[in-house]
């Protein structure tokens, strides 16, 4: 499968406990977004990387959320101190630069619940 | 800042109805616009877009949208839908450019019946 992968697909935590995800994108792409969703809405935006820079990061991205993508390849989205308002499906998607539309290949999406 | 408002949260059609999802944008500058279906326990997928040219652009399995720069709108339609078309739709825009990351419409629920 050559699509977006994220992992794990479901993870169960304690508030106030770390959790980290980790997305693998389309090898071609270059840029690599974070998305958020809960139940009823659609994707908002958390932060992109083209390459290995930060591009943009949301005002959703509390200083308790950090994301990295160190070799421009994958990336990893770290939620310190989760509380239950963080229990959500986390997507990740990447894109071709060159396409210069923007048009995101999404992956199936972590889901955290925060108990 | 770019956004989204899609109307319709929930929509039940039987079986060969038409369909019509609507979308409105609010950017004021050039836009690319999207529609991606996330079928039940399936990611997100494009189903169609729009970047320049032609405005009613035609997507996979007989979606159709049209884009209308005066009214900030793209309308998604499908003359007949199918039980498979079960899904949540979501309206997505970005600047002309694609330099920003997409912005997502609250989605529509369809649910067709047999």
């Known amino acids: 499968d050559t699509g977006v992968s994220q992992d794990p697909r479901h993870k169960i935590t304690k508030r106030g406990q770390n959790v980290t995800f980790r997305c693998d994108p389309i090898s071609e792409h270059n840029r690599l977004y974070w998305y958020r969703q809960t139940l009823g809405q659609g994707p908002e935006f958390l932060t992109y990387f083209q390459n290995e820079a930060q591009l943009e990061k949301s005002r959703l991205l509390s200083d308790r959320f950090s994301a990295e993508r160190p070799k421009g390849s994958f990336s990893t989205l770290e939620i310190q101190r989760t509380e239950q308002g963080d229990s959500a499906m986390y997507l990740c998607a990447s894109s071709w630069l060159a396409g210069e539309t923007g048009e995101l290949f999404f992956g199936e999406g972590s889901r955290l619940t925060v108990l | 800042a770019q956004s989204v408002s899609q109307h319709n949260h929930h929509v039940i059609l039987s079986e060969a109805a038409s369909l019509e999802l609507g979308c409105n944008y609010s950017y004021g500058g050039t836009v690319n616009l999207f529609w991606y279906v996330q079928y039940p326990g399936q990611h997100l997928q494009l189903l169609l877009k729009?970047?320049?040219?032609?405005?009613l652009v035609k997507g996979i399995k007989g979606f159709e949208a049209e884009f209308i720069k005066s009214k900030f709108s793209f309308n998604l339609r499908k003359p007949s839908v199918q039980w498979s078309d079960t899904a949540e739709y979501f309206c997505a825009v970005n600047a002309g450019t694609g330099r920003r990351a997409l912005t997502f419409g609250s989605g529509t629920r369809l649910q067709v019946q047999p």
């Open positions: 729009y970047f320049s040219g032609d405005p």
